[in-house]
Structure formats: structure tokens, C-alpha cells
């Protein structure tokens, strides 16, 4: 291995330790498996040995199992037999549990050796106990004494059996376990060792085919690794490109053998210092301590820049570096590690480039007109700011490569005055014609193809020839429309001085009629309220004592029944007359509120209760939900009236069984007051027209409730006052709710606390 190869990755290749490794690597191919074959052999006959081991114990403990059933079974049928019962009631209570549940069998036979019980049962036939048992045993002839012995039984069945003796007049008892049953616990342990041992092989097999692949794979990489090695060294060498691996942790930079070549330096070291590799390069073009702690801050983890490095004869050399940040997955640590390319060549090529353009744009800039070079795929080569400032474009726009649609899209384009005036060179593209500015300018715009396929044009500044071309007629026209404006002013002028005459006329005609019927309705309402009520009060006394019979009996029921009628009568009148008043008071601004801070529940309760007689006459379910500490700033007899006419508006257009509801629920700064009824509803188009004076629901001819229609104009205008508002909401047939928003503080009362 080469210790100048790419990126210093012969670091870690002439490591001592890699060095052994790779010495000792082939021995690793060949003792690895055997080891692994050894270790499995030893595993198998380890699972061998123990599975041998956990048979014998198996055995065993069925062995006993046995000896101390027989000798249960002993007990339990002598006292059976002593009791005169059967030898089966004592095999029963140890059927599931000793017997049948692990697998067991139990016969008991007579002094004779005829088997008369067992489990499980034998069925009718009598059969001896050593016919069962076989005729090659000697448990029933030594019984006890002959313990636990492994027999096989007639039908070929090897099993552990015992034989002990019983009371007269019972014989023996056999108790005899299947040697297969015996040992299915230990069946079952010997498949898991199997099954582990087998899981353990197969993992060991693989784990050692993966390292036999993986070595192989290794050995090949190690090889394609050095043939890119030499290929990148010679292409670099080639190229007058460097590789570079700055170590950010341990501060040293790795160069590659090209990059040496590339600025004439000769290799002292595997690594150079920070501080070597900072001296190079030019203080003004890259700064490697601000770099290093932009990106342990994580500001970056990128770099592409240029800046100049000093070569070995003192020169300044133009590089292009382009690294990214990577993380050494051996030791953690960050490395920037990227490419270097010559382009000192390229810097000085732009140099002369950029001189030359701007020489041409200072050319460009300083003539007169409007000029504008497009390439060949009609993009922007060149303008100067006088084509900029015609076209109103923004700086961004103007550069270099920009499409032609982009920038017409974004201009002020002028409008064309006439067709082209000149086009004797037509066939070689060229073009020329006149354009207006949107601010008053003319230019007259000379274009022509270049031997490249673009185009170049030219804008030159015809304003002043134009403006005196149109002076003269402009005077002419605008001396006849002044002329014209002056007759049409004189007609205008007449025509609206009388039109103000007739209006102010009218206006004085109309105020008087105003004043004189107001004053007429304020007249005719105070003579009615005195000459209606005063015999209003006479009839509604005079009623009232003869309904209360003061003086005496009438006489006869119908007079009852009349002067009943009488006075509700003349409290409905009266009641109307009181409405009539309080509207017209309320119209006319003469209704002052006495506003207090009032409890809500107390003066809707009130208001509800002078109307229970009505909704107990009209079977009414009536709901209330006041809620509780609700106060406001109102009017209590204002309130009391606007609920009041609510309610009864609401038991009036309620039928027989119907439900009214009341609710107060709380606002922001106000309080919401709904009452709610299932009545007849009100039509959609007669909503809007509900609240005005005298409007009712029904038409003249199709009246069924009366009234004079003032219950909800005079809510509505007391909600109003109280700086409220009316909502009405209703379906016909399915009943209204009536909103009335009242603020919890008069406006006048918030103005004084703010000013307080």
C-alpha cells in the first residue's frame, strides 16, 4: 500500500494492528469453521447425554408415582369394603385426578383372581387379573414384594406396574402405567432441546457463511479500492485538480499528491498544520478560523468558494473550493473533505470579459436614445437606463438572459401612433415607426436584425416636433369647446335656479302643512284624552259599583251579565286611549325615562302575574327562567309596560293549551329578554311592516283578536329609548319569539364613568 494515496486512506491500512489482521487472515478462514463444527458436535452430545439423564428421571418418578397409588388405592378400597360398599366408589373420587387424568389404569379382582372392578371400566365380560396383566408376569404372585416392575402387557404395550393385596373378600389390586404416557413429559422436553439445538446450529452456520462471504467480499473490495485509487490519483494529476480532508477536531488538512503538483510544493508530511495551510491563502478571500467556527456552531455544512492560494514561485493562484461536511464513522470526528480546481485561467478570461462589456455599456449609456440588443432566442443582451426608465422595469428585470416576454409583460409598453413610416430596407429586417409614452412622450423607434438572428433597437426622442405639430390644433379645439362650455354653462345655470326657487317653495308650502297637522293631532289628543276620559271614569265607577251590588241587587241576571260587559268595555277603551297618548308622546319626544338600577326578575315577575287570570283562563303553559341577581340601569314602569304588552300580545294570539315562555339570558354589557309563544305565527312578508303604529297581523275584514295594534310599537320605541333594540322571529303555524337587547348601562351613565 501506498502511504500518499487518495484522502490519506492508507492511514488506516498501514495501522500495525490491520497490518496483523491481514496476515493472520487466511488462518482465521480455516480455524473459524472448524471451530464452529466442534462446537456444534459438543452441543449435540451434550443434548444427547442430558436427554438420556431427564428419561431415566422420568422413569423413576413414575415409579413412585405408582408405589404410593397402589398403596392409597389399598386404603381406600379395605375401607370401602369394610363400609360394604364397591370397589368402584373408591376408584371414582380417584378417577380424574390419579387415574385416567395422567393416563393410568387400575384393576381390583376377587379372592379368585376374577377382575370385578376397574378404570377404566373392562365392560361385561369376566376376565381374569392375570389375563390382563399376562401370563408371563410375577406380580401377582409376589405381589408387594415385587415392587414397581416394567412389564408388557398382552396387547404389546410396554408399562410399569405394581400388584398389592387386598382384604377378604377382595383379591388384588393392579395399578399399571403405559411407559409412553410416563414419558410424555419428558417427550416434550427432548423436542425442545431439538428444537433449541437445531436453532443454535442453523444460527452458528449462518453466522460462520457470513463471515466466510464477507471475507471473500472484503478481500475483493480491498482490491477494487486500490484499482480507484490509482485511477482518481492519475485523473487528478490530469485534470490540475486536488482532493483535500480537513480534519476540523485535530486541526490538520490532508492534501492529495496533485494538489501538491497543482501549486509546485514538495510533500513534507502526511498532514499539514491549520496555521501551514491558513499562510497560502490570501487573507482577503477566505478566512479558515471563521470557517471552522461557522460550522461547529452547525451554521453550515457546505463550502463553495474562490479565493487565491500562493504557490511555490510566490504567485497568486485562483482555486474553486467545493467540500461538505462528513462525519468519520470510526472515531466520530468532522472532516470537510471535498475538491479543488484550478481557475485562474477562467479569472482572467472573466477579467478581460467584464472590461470589454463595460466599455460597451458605458458606450451604450452614453447615447441620447433609447437602446436595447436581443440575443437570437430573444433574451435581453444589453439596455441602458434610458430604455429601462421608458419602460418603467425594475432593476431585477434588466439583466442579462432575461426572457423577452417576461420583460414585456412587466413594462409599460407605448401605444403606436400610425403604421411604419419608412421601410425602404424591408427585406433586411429592418423596421421603423412612431410611439406615444403613457406620460405625453414621442419616440420614433428604429429596429433591424443582426447577422446573429437578434435584434437591436433604438428609441429617439421626437417630442418637441411632435408637440409642435399638434399646438395649433389643439388651440383651434379648444377654443370652440370653450365657446360651447360657456353657452351650455348659461342654460345649466338658468334651469337650476328656477328648479331651487320651485323646491324652496314647496319645501316652505310642505313645513307649514307639517307644523299645522301636528299641531291639530297634539290639540285633537289632549281634548280626547279629557273628554273620553272623564265619562270613561263615570261609566268604569258607576259599573263597578253596581257589578259589586253596593246599593243593592239589580234585579236580573242579564243586568249582571250587561254591566259586566260595560265595564270591560270601558277598560278596553280606556286601556286604548292610554296607548294612543303614550305613542303619541313618544312620537313627539316628550317621554322623559326615570332610569334606576332595578332588579330584572322583579319587574318581569310583576308584569307577568297581572296577567295570570288570562293564562289560567286560557289553559296556558307559561315558563319562566329569570335567572337570578340580573340588574340594570332602565326605566322600571317603561320595562314593566314593554313586557306587559309582550305577554299579553303572546296570551292574545296564543290558542286554548298553548305554551308561553319567558327568558332572560345575559350579553356582553347587555341583557337579552325573550318571549316565546306556539300561537298562530306571523306571515313572512307582514314581518317587516310588525312594530309600526296600528299595524296589526290580521286585515280589517278577517279580524279575530282585537286590539289597536300599539302593543309592539310602544316596546319597540321604549326599547329604543332604553339605547335597545326589537327582533321579531315566527313561523306560521308553529308560533313567534320576541327579542328585546337591552344594554345594562344607559349610554349616558357609561360616558360619565369614563369621564369619571
Not at 376376565?127 to 404389546?156: C, E, H, K, N, Y
Not at 436453532?199 to 472484503?218: D, E, H, K, N, Y
Not at 353657452?487 to 308650502?509: G, T
Not at 313586557?643 to 341583557?671: M, Q, S, W, Y
Amino acid at each position: 500500500m501506498r502511504a500518499n494515496s487518495v484522502l490519506g486512506v492508507a492511514r488506516s491500512l498501514t495501522h500495525p494492528l490491520y497490518q496483523r489482521f491481514e496476515q493472520l487472515e487466511p488462518a482465521f478462514r480455516k480455524v473459524i469453521p472448524a471451530l464452529v463444527v466442534g462446537f456444534v458436535l459438543l452441543l449435540a452430545l451434550g443434548a444427547y447425554v442430558q436427554t438420556s439423564a431427564l428419561r431415566d428421571d422420568a422413569l423413576d418418578d413414575a415409579a413412585t408415582d405408582l408405589e404410593a397409588l397402589a398403596a392409597l388405592l389399598v386404603r381406600e378400597i379395605d375401607l370401602a369394603s369394610k363400609d360394604d360398599k364397591r370397589p368402584d366408589s373408591a376408584l371414582t373420587a380417584l378417577t380424574t385426578k390419579h387415574i385416567a387424568g395422567r393416563g393410568r389404569i387400575v384393576y381390583v379382582s376377587d379372592a379368585g383372581g376374577r377382575v370385578v372392578a376397574g378404570e377404566p371400566t373392562i365392560g361385561a365380560s369376566e376376565r381374569s387379573l392375570v389375563d390382563l396383566l399376562g401370563p408371563g408376569q410375577a406380580l401377582t404372585v409376589f405381589a408387594d414384594r415385587a415392587g414397581v416392575m416394567p412389564i408388557t402387557l398382552p396387547g404389546g404395550i410396554e408399562a410399569l406396574a405394581t400388584v398389592r393385596n387386598l382384604a377378604a373378600p377382595l383379591g388384588q389390586v393392579a395399578v399399571l402405567h403405559p411407559v409412553k404416557r410416563a414419558l410424555s413429559t419428558w417427550d416434550e422436553r427432548r423436542r425442545s432441546l431439538l428444537v433449541l439445538f437445531g436453532s443454535a446450529a442453523i444460527v452458528l452456520a449462518g453466522i460462520t457463511a457470513a463471515f466466510v462471504l464477507q471475507s471473500r467480499r472484503a478481500r475483493a473490495a480491498d482490491e477494487d479500492c486500490d484499482c480507484v485509487r490509482d485511477r482518481i490519483d492519475t485523473a487528478l494529476s490530469r485534470g490540475h485538480c486536488g482532493l483535500w480532508d480537513w480534519d476540523l477536531a485535530r486541526g490538520r488538512m490532508y492534501w492529495s499528491d496533485s494538489m501538491y503538483a497543482m501549486l509546485g510544493y514538495d510533500r513534507a508530511g502526511e498532514f499539514m498544520s491549520f496555521g501551514e495551510v491558513n499562510a497560502f491563502i490570501h487573507p482577503e478571500d477566505a478566512d479558515l478560523y471563521g470557517l471552522a467556527d461557522a460550522v461547529s456552531r452547525g451554521e453550515t455544512d457546505h463550502l463553495d468558494q474562490e479565493f487565491r492560494v500562493r504557490n511555490a514561485s510566490g504567485e497568486w493562484v485562483w482555486l474553486k473550493a467545493r467540500a461538505e461536511l462528513v462525519t468519520d464513522r470510526r472515531t466520530g470526528s468532522q472532516h470537510l473533505v471535498g475538491i479543488v480546481v484550478d481557475i485562474s485561467e477562467q479569472r482572467r478570461m472573466a477579467a478581460r470579459t467584464a472590461t470589454a462589456d463595460a466599455r460597451l455599456r458605458d458606450a451604450v449609456e452614453a447615447i441620447s436614445e433609447a437602446f436595447v440588443l436581443w440575443d437570437a432566442e430573444q433574451r435581453l443582451v444589453l439596455c441602458n437606463a434610458k430604455y429601462q426608465q421608458l419602460h418603467k422595469l425594475s432593476p431585477e428585470l434588466v439583466k442579462t438572459g432575461t426572457a423577452y416576454e417576461q420583460i414585456m409583460s412587466h413594462s409599460a409598453q407605448p401605444s403606436i401612433d400610425r403604421e411604419p413610416i419608412r421601410s425602404s430596407r424591408a427585406a433586411s429586417g429592418s423596421h421603423s415607426y412612431e410611439a406615444k409614452l403613457s406620460d405625453g412622450r414621442w419616440l420614433q423607434i428604429n429596429g433591424r436584425r443582426t447577422k446573429d438572428g437578434g435584434s437591436v433597437s433604438v428609441g429617439t426622442d421626437i417630442t418637441m416636433l411632435k408637440q409642435q405639430e399638434e399646438r395649433l390644433t389643439r388651440s383651434e379645439h379648444e377654443l370652440l369647446k370653450t365657446v360651447t362650455d360657456l353657452k351650455s354653462s348659461r342654460q345649466k345655470l338658468e334651469a337650476q335656479a328656477q328648479q331651487l326657487a320651485e323646491l324652496a317653495e314647496l319645501y316652505l308650502e310642505q313645513k307649514a302643512s307639517a307644523e299645522s297637522a301636528n299641531r291639530a293631532k297634539s290639540e285633537f289628543l289632549a281634548n280626547m284624552s279629557h273628554e273620553l276620559r272623564t265619562p270613561l271614569n263615570a261609566i268604569l265607577g258607576f259599573s263597578e259599583i253596581m257589578d259589586d251590588g253596593l246599593f243593592g241587587p239589580l234585579g236580573s241576571e242579564r243586568y249582571v251579565e250587561y254591566v259586566r260587559d260595560i265595564r270591560s268595555s270601558g277598560g278596553y277603551l280606556l286601556a286604548v286611549i292610554s296607548d294612543i297618548l303614550n305613542m303619541a308622546r313618544i312620537e313627539a319626544g316628550k317621554l322623559e325615562l326615570e332610569k334606576t338600577d332595578i332588579a330584572l326578575d322583579l319587574v318581569v315577575g310583576e308584569a307577568i302575574s297581572c296577567h295570570r287570570e288570562e293564562i289560567t283562563r286560557k289553559r296556558l303553559s307559561l315558563t319562566t327562567d329569570l335567572g337570578s341577581d340580573m340588574r340594570l340601569e332602565a326605566d322600571a314602569h317603561a320595562l314593566f309596560q314593554i313586557v306587559g304588552n309582550l305577554v299579553e300580545n303572546a296570551i292574545k294570539f296564543t290558542p286554548e293549551g298553548g305554551r308561553i315562555a319567558v327568558r332572560v339570558k345575559p350579553a356582553p354589557d347587555a341583557l337579552n329578554l325573550y318571549v316565546e309563544d306556539s300561537g298562530i305565527g306571523i306571515p313572512r312578508e307582514k314581518l317587516g311592516r310588525i312594530g309600526r303604529p296600528f299595524e296589526q297581523v290580521e286585515s280589517d275584514l278577517i279580524r279575530s283578536h282585537g286590539g289597536s295594534g300599539l302593543g309592539l310599537a310602544i316596546a319597540r320605541s321604549l326599547a329604543e329609548l332604553h339605547g335597545g333594540s326589537l327582533r321579531i322571529r315566527s313561523i306560521m303555524g308553529s308560533g313567534t319569539i320576541v327579542m328585546v337587547h337591552l344594554p345594562l348601562k344607559s349610554p349616558g351613565g357609561a360616558e360619565l364613568e369614563q369621564a369619571a
